[in-house]
């Protein structure tokens, strides 16, 4: 088991040592496609799965989501969030166990959820289906001193129940793709939100899993190039040993392309201000 780069009691610490209004953004990987973003004393966490849900479905199956890294943080003591998404409805990207807890801990906390899966999300969550605020492709809300925006996504096809989100903060522009694959004319959706920090991710398409595929190590380097991103900071990987990759290909595409990526491990910090 893969031990995180922090983990509960020194992760919050980090987390609030952090937090300094400097018109710096922060953020810390959580696992697979899981963020804690920082700005300005607001915190978003984008796409979080903080639990052993998918492990404990699958035990029994010919589809054994064995975990490979040890859970970051339990979710019940991110007390301080102000925005939470789900990019859709797939379960490490809207898991019950880990949002109901989030939600419970944080009254005024406001989730962010693709238009089309409210009802899905309602139903899973046990809330009220007017509680998220639904996004279409090109909406956007303004909460806590941050811009989210919605911007296609394409897990296998383009599919509005499927979105990306892009996120402004200040000086800075953050793209979390959600779960996707490259589609066309990708590239010119995403280059006018000049995207400083582009999170991607790098687990690929294998048929073999029998899930839906994403962007693989060389897609991911490659798309932050297109889109001019100014780093490509990579994820959905070392979740579940049936689909993961390895991040040194990635590191080695990047390198290839002359694209900046930064891997962090789970737990692990960054901050705007290694850009200059």
């Known amino acids: 088991m893969i031990v995180p780069y922090r983990q509960d009691d020194a992760l919050l610490a980090d987390i609030r040592a952090a937090n300094r209004r400097d018109g710096h953004l922060r953020l810390w990987w959580l696992g697979q496609s899981g963020f804690l973003v920082q700005y300005e004393g607001a915190h978003l966490l984008l796409d979080p799965y903080l639990s052993d849900s998918l492990t404990a479905k699958y035990a029994q199956t010919d589809k054994p989501h064995v975990r490979m890294t040890a859970r970051a943080i339990d979710p019940v003591r991110l007390d301080f969030i102000d925005v939470v998404t789900s990019s859709h409805t797939h379960t490490d990207h809207l898991d019950a166990q880990t949002l109901r807890p989030v939600l419970a801990s944080n009254a005024a906390v406001t989730l962010v959820i693709p238009a089309p899966t409210r009802a899905v999300v309602a139903t899973r969550l046990g809330i009220d289906a007017a509680v998220p605020v639904g996004l279409h492709i090109g909406e956007h809300v303004e909460v806590a001193g941050m811009r989210i925006e919605a911007v296609p996504a394409a897990h296998e096809a ?83 040993t049936f689909n993961t990759a390895d991040p040194a290909n990635f590191v080695a595409a990047c390198d290839a392309l002359g694209q900046r990526g930064d891997v962090l491990q789970c737990g692990q910090g960054w901050s705007t201000d290694t850009l200059g």
């Not at 490659?222 to 889109?227: A, H, K």
Request: glycine share 10%; proline share 6%; aromatic share 10%.
């Open 158 to 240: 383009l599919d509005p129940q499927f979105v990306g989100y892009v996120v402004r903060a200040g000086a800075w522009t953050l793209y979390h793709s959600g779960d996707t694959l490259r589609y066309d004319g990708m590239e010119d959706v995403l280059r006018p939100y000049r995207v400083d920090v582009a999170l991607l991710p790098i687990n690929g398409r294998a048929p073999e899993r029998r899930v839906a595929g994403n962007l693989d190590a060389r897609e991911a380097a490659t798309l932050g190039r297109d889109i001019g991103a100014r780093v490509v900071i990579p994820c959905h990987y070392d979740m579940f």
